[in-house]
């Protein structure tokens, strides 16, 4: 089974620069759509056009993949076609301060009512002194006191005089009101009433009680008087407030006549004045009056909140939503998503160690000012702040905006705060997160699917093709525009189109990693500005692509020194037996690099196991131990057939001291294996990467750029000698992207990578013995490896079985 050897051009595919169409991204537009992911632009457009409740939408993909540019850079397009949404604006309630009214304007119009109001509550003071300092009003007033004032003389005069036509005096003592009888125009003396006779004594009794009970109907009378007056003076304060303040509600009720909210506002605004005129004026008066010490204020209070008399604030409008200078709906990126952040808060201020608010100090959130546009959230910093996923799913299916701080949501306070008024909620909420994310929410959270309805599912490549390249070309005249980088030639665009391809490990593909390209772009950028070029080429490309390796590749240049040192033991020339070389991959961060790794196998007599040393030590992953597995059910398959498999085997990765994973080493262990078994030498020069089914077909593994370049670098450091090279499975071979050293070596038959679709080909790469095909007695070729391992499984069966016959004659009697 022949392998042909891989020539140079297989290893690494290149962009000709001399396909592009520039000479630098400076001669290409900007790219104006998301590049390469159709699927993501669909649901893109669906989620954001359907209207219905739910279909809230998740951007799912890679870390640094573009999500959140694409999502903004789309939501921004769409949002230029729709609607500015209205203002919001609190007011106060002035029948219940506790819960605040909001008041929704016209875009603009908030801010147009909040400084209306704040004139007005300016003009209120000069206005109210005026009127009740006016001639008009004082007159009208001393009118009033002077008729209510008159009446209790004009009743006392009467009653006096009532009093002296019966005989009496009306006389004012310490004690009170008094009546006595006269004679002679004095007061008649005690002792000459005693001498009266007795019916002319009960006489003057009963005209005195007569006269005590005119005289407490009188006083009954007075508290009737007063009310009275304070009624009429009540309705002429009224009556002149309401004159000073209906000229100045006049100008706003033309206004905003056109908002019957407002008009509804102002007419409360008018009355509560008017109700309290005189307490306004009280409080005017008392501001005037220097305060001992200054104001007491613990806190210093905005400016937003101490503009004007302290009096007339509660005739303020706080404007939480100003979309007066908006272009389109609002697009919001919630970059700290707390609770407070996204519902909104009320806050506090400190005075005299007591904590003070109003519906001044009510302060909007992330759904207030993306309310009637779009909110964009990151879902791993939403689900890490305490409750704000509950209170973001609660205000979405309630539709509006509900404010209140944690401890009243969750109850675990009962002090007195504002509870003010709810706000309806037309939002498109864009969660962006990974892909495990949006799978774990969507299993343990029933409520998830409910609200997110549309998944946008970001693909991490795309195919190379001359389309893809052109919008490559354009993405990174873009990004350098952008960043205000220095033009990129094509040879740099071609270098770049490369390295997005190297990273996805595919040479038909392409990464779509944004942020890795960005990233690579600037230090390429800082390249050519150390050597003073205006445009960036290819060779510094390279050179950003080499200094980000050297700087991340210390633990990789330490272990190839270990193995140079010999210190970890790893042969690349000559044979052994039950020895193969592995390859796997190790990663730092964002660093991957290839490490070989000796395998060896060890048989001896038993009943068909085969030992994983990693699993039983518990460093093996269960893919590696399934990879073992599947090998041992190869061997017995082919082998043990129509005989028992009279060994038992260990496998072990050698100067291994961390996990094991993954099961592209099974081919290598199977060959391992098969050295063991049948004593034949394997060649140290190669080194085997790939996974092999219970037909003995290899099949594809991950990292094989990594594996083959990892190889490579040992044996160029111990020096080459056109002998080593690297087994991989054909599967692999369209995602070759190699390093240019790697290429230039194989090209000049330094190195040599076969690509094997089946364990029979490694064998004879490994062996250099033909591996045997069966032939027509169901046995296998004389002096093939099959023919050597099968012999081998033969023989130690005997050897098996003759060890029970002895122990069983040796039970004999």
Same mark, same amino acid.
């Given at each position: 089974?022949?392998?042909?050897? $891989?020539?140079?051009?297989?290893?690494?595919?290149?962009?000709?620069?001399?396909t592009?169409?520039?000479?630098?991204?400076?001669?290409?537009?900007?790219?104006?759509?998301?590049?390469?992911?159709?699927?993501?632009?669909?649901?893109?457009?669906?989620?954001?056009?359907?209207?219905?409740?739910?279909?809230?939408?998740?951007?799912?993909?890679?870390?640094?993949?573009?999500?959140?540019? /694409?999502?903004?850079?789309?939501? #921004?397009?769409?949002?230029? +076609?729709?609607?500015?949404?209205?203002?919001?604006? @609190?007011?106060?309630?002035?029948?219940?301060?506790?819960?605040?009214?909001?008041?929704?304007?016209?875009?603009?119009?908030?801010?147009?009512?909040?400084?209306?109001?704040?004139?007005?509550?300016?003009?209120?003071?000069?206005? $109210?002194?005026?009127?009740?300092?006016?001639?008009?009003?004082?007159?009208?007033?001393?009118?009033?006191?002077?008729?209510?004032?008159?009446?209790?003389?004009?009743?006392f005069?009467?009653?006096?005089?009532?009093?002296?036509?019966?005989?009496?005096?009306?006389?004012?003592?310490?004690?009170?009101?008094?009546?006595?009888p006269?004679?002679?125009?004095?007061?008649?003396?005690?002792?000459?009433?005693?001498?009266?006779?007795?019916?002319?004594?009960?006489?003057?009794? +009963?005209?005195?009680k007569?006269l005590?009970?005119?005289?407490?109907?009188?006083?009954?009378?007075?508290?009737?008087?007063?009310?009275?007056?304070?009624?009429?003076?009540?309705?002429?304060?009224?009556?002149?407030?309401?004159?000073?303040?209906?000229?100045?509600?006049?100008e706003?009720?033309?206004?905003?006549?056109?908002?019957?909210?407002?008009?509804? @506002?102002? =007419?409360?605004?008018?009355?509560?004045?008017v109700?309290?005129?005189?307490?306004?004026?009280?409080?005017?008066?008392?501001?005037?009056?220097?305060?001992?010490g200054?104001?007491?204020?613990?806190?210093p209070?905005?400016e937003?909140?101490?503009?004007?008399?302290?009096?007339?604030?509660?005739?303020?409008?706080?404007?939480?939503?100003?979309?007066?200078?908006?272009?389109?709906?609002?697009?919001?990126?919630?970059?700290?998503?707390?609770?407070?952040?996204?519902?909104?808060?009320?806050?506090?201020?400190?005075? &005299?160690?007591?904590?003070?608010?109003?519906?001044?100090?009510?302060?909007?959130?992330?759904?207030?000012?993306?309310?009637?546009? @779009?909110?964009?959230?990151?879902?791993?910093?939403?689900?890490?702040?305490?409750?704000?996923?509950?209170?973001?799913?609660?205000?979405?299916?309630? %539709?509006?905006?509900?404010?209140? /701080?944690?401890?009243?949501?969750?109850?675990?306070?009962?002090?007195?705060? &504002?509870?003010?008024?709810?706000?309806?909620?037309?939002?498109?909420?864009?969660?962006?997160?990974?892909?495990?994310?949006?799978?774990?929410?969507?299993?343990?959270?029933?409520?998830?699917?409910?609200?997110?309805? *549309?998944?946008?599912?970001?693909d991490d490549?795309?195919?190379?093709?001359?389309?893809?390249?052109?919008?490559?070309?354009r993405?990174?005249?873009?990004?350098?525009?952008r960043?205000?980088?220095?033009?990129?030639?094509?040879?740099?665009?071609?270098?770049?189109?490369?390295?997005?391809?190297?990273?996805?490990?595919?040479?038909?593909?392409?990464?779509?990693?944004?942020?890795?390209?960005?990233?690579?772009?600037?230090?390429?950028d800082?390249?050519?500005? $150390?050597?003073?070029?205006?445009?960036?080429?290819?060779?510094?490309?390279?050179?950003?692509?080499?200094? !980000?390796?050297?700087?991340?590749?210390?633990? !990789?240049?330490?272990?190839?020194?270990?193995?140079?040192?010999?210190?970890?033991?790893?042969?690349?020339e000559?044979? %052994?037996?039950?020895?193969?070389?592995?390859?796997?991959?190790?990663?730092?961060?964002?660093?991957?690099?290839?490490?070989?790794?000796?395998?060896?196998?060890?048989?001896?007599?038993?009943?068909?196991?085969?030992?994983?040393?990693?699993?039983?030590?518990?460093?093996?992953?269960?893919?590696?131990?399934?990879?073992v597995?599947?090998? /041992?059910?190869?061997?017995?398959?082919?082998?043990?057939?129509?005989?028992?498999l009279?060994?038992?085997?260990?496998?072990?990765? =050698?100067?291994?001291?961390?996990?094991?994973?993954?099961?592209?080493? /099974?081919?290598?262990?199977?060959?391992?294996?098969?050295?063991?078994?049948?004593?034949?030498?394997?060649?140290?020069?190669?080194?085997?990467?790939?996974?092999? #089914?219970?037909?003995?077909?290899?099949?594809?593994?991950?990292?094989? #750029?990594?594996?083959?370049?990892?190889?490579?670098?040992?044996?160029?450091?111990?020096?080459?000698t056109?002998?080593?090279? *690297?087994?991989?499975?054909?599967? #692999?071979?369209?995602?070759?992207?190699?390093?240019?050293?790697? *290429?230039?070596?194989?090209?000049?038959?330094r190195?040599h990578?076969?690509?094997?679709?089946?364990?029979?080909?490694?064998?004879?790469?490994?062996?250099?013995?033909?591996?045997?095909?069966?032939?027509?007695?169901?046995?296998?070729?004389?002096?093939t490896?099959?023919?050597?391992?099968?012999?081998?499984?033969?023989?130690?069966?005997? +050897?098996?079985?003759?060890?029970?016959?002895?122990?069983? =004659?040796?039970?004999?009697?």
């Amino acid at each position: 089974m022949k392998v042909t050897e $891989l020539t140079a051009d297989k290893l690494r595919r290149v962009c000709d620069p001399a396909t592009l169409s520039f000479e630098t991204t400076e001669d290409l537009d900007d790219l104006d759509e998301i590049i390469a992911q159709p699927r993501a632009v669909q649901a893109l457009e669906f989620g954001v056009g359907v209207e219905h409740h739910g279909y809230n939408l998740y951007a799912l993909g890679p870390q640094g993949i573009g999500k959140r540019f /694409s999502v903004e850079r789309f939501l #921004n397009a769409r949002a230029k +076609t729709r609607p500015v949404p209205d203002d919001w604006c @609190y007011v106060n309630n002035f029948e219940d301060p506790h819960q605040p009214r909001c008041l929704r304007l016209p875009p603009g119009r908030g801010r147009a009512l909040e400084k209306a109001m704040k004139q007005l509550a300016e003009d209120l003071r000069p206005a $109210l002194e005026s009127a009740f300092e006016s001639d008009e009003y004082k007159t009208r007033r001393q009118v009033i006191d002077d008729e209510f004032g008159a009446k209790p003389e004009k009743s006392f005069a009467s009653l006096r005089k009532h009093a002296e036509e019966k005989g009496f005096i009306l006389l004012r003592t310490p004690v009170g009101v008094v009546f006595a009888p006269k004679q002679d125009g004095e007061v008649l003396p005690p002792e000459e009433f005693q001498k009266l006779p007795d019916d002319k004594r009960e006489q003057i009794e +009963t005209e005195i009680k007569d006269l005590q009970a005119e005289f407490q109907e009188l006083i009954q009378k007075l508290p009737d008087w007063e009310r009275e007056r304070q009624k009429r003076l009540r309705e002429l304060n009224r009556g002149v407030t309401k004159n000073a303040v209906s000229r100045l509600i006049a100008e706003l009720r033309t206004q905003f006549a056109d908002l019957p909210e407002v008009l509804s @506002y102002l =007419e409360e605004v008018e009355r509560d004045v008017v109700e309290h005129a005189r307490a306004l004026l009280r409080a005017f008066a008392a501001e005037q009056q220097p305060q001992q010490g200054g104001e007491a204020t613990e806190v210093p209070l905005p400016e937003s909140l101490t503009g004007g008399s302290p009096a007339t604030r509660r005739y303020h409008v706080n404007v939480i939503i100003d979309n007066g200078d908006a272009e389109g709906a609002p697009v919001v990126f919630a970059d700290h998503p707390t609770y407070a952040n996204l519902i909104g808060r009320v806050e506090h201020i400190s005075q &005299l160690g007591t904590l003070l608010t109003d519906f001044r100090l009510i302060r909007p959130g992330a759904l207030h000012r993306a309310n009637g546009g @779009y909110l964009v959230i990151e879902a791993r910093q939403l689900l890490m702040q305490p409750y704000a996923y509950e209170g973001l799913k609660r205000t979405l299916k309630a %539709r509006e905006i509900c404010i209140e /701080s944690l401890g009243q949501a969750l109850s675990l306070i009962a002090t007195i705060s &504002l509870e003010p008024e709810t706000i309806p909620l037309d939002v498109k909420v864009v969660l962006l997160g990974d892909r495990l994310l949006y799978y774990m929410m969507s299993a343990y959270d029933p409520e998830f699917s409910e609200l997110f309805k *549309v998944a946008v599912d970001f693909d991490d490549e795309t195919a190379w093709s001359p389309d893809s390249v052109l919008a490559y070309s354009r993405m990174i005249a873009t990004m350098a525009r952008r960043s205000k980088l220095r033009p990129f030639d094509r040879t740099a665009v071609a270098r770049l189109v490369e390295e997005m391809s190297r990273i996805i490990g595919d040479r038909d593909k392409l990464s779509t990693q944004l942020s890795g390209l960005v990233d690579l772009l600037r230090e390429a950028d800082h390249f050519a500005s $150390l050597s003073d070029k205006q445009v960036v080429a290819a060779a510094d490309v390279q050179r950003a692509v080499d200094a !980000r390796v050297f700087r991340s590749d210390r633990i !990789r240049a330490r272990i190839q020194d270990e193995m140079l040192r010999e210190t970890i033991l790893i042969d690349t020339e000559g044979t %052994r037996v039950g020895q193969v070389n592995g390859l796997s991959v190790s990663q730092l961060g964002d660093f991957r690099f290839g490490r070989p790794a000796r395998i060896t196998a060890r048989i001896r007599l038993g009943k068909g196991n085969v030992i994983d040393i990693e699993r039983e030590v518990e460093l093996g992953g269960p893919l590696h131990s399934k990879g073992v597995m599947i090998l /041992s059910a190869l061997l017995g398959a082919r082998y043990g057939a129509d005989k028992p498999l009279a060994l038992s085997a260990s496998l072990v990765f =050698e100067q291994s001291y961390g996990g094991v994973d993954g099961d592209s080493a /099974s081919s290598a262990e199977f060959y391992a294996l098969l050295s063991a078994i049948g004593g034949i030498p394997v060649r140290q020069s190669l080194a085997v990467t790939g996974s092999v #089914n219970q037909h003995g077909e290899v099949q594809a593994i991950g990292g094989a #750029n990594e594996k083959i370049e990892g190889f490579f670098d040992l044996c160029n450091a111990r020096g080459l000698t056109g002998r080593q090279g *690297v087994l991989i499975p054909s599967a #692999n071979v369209k995602h070759l992207m190699l390093r240019q050293d790697v *290429v230039d070596a194989v090209a000049e038959g330094r190195f040599h990578i076969h690509p094997i679709e089946h364990v029979d080909q490694g064998i004879e790469l490994l062996t250099g013995l033909p591996a045997g095909p069966v032939d027509s007695l169901g046995g296998f070729s004389e002096g093939t490896v099959n023919a050597i391992v099968d012999a081998r499984i033969a023989e130690m069966a005997e +050897t098996l079985a003759s060890f029970g016959k002895r122990d069983d =004659e040796g039970d004999r009697p």
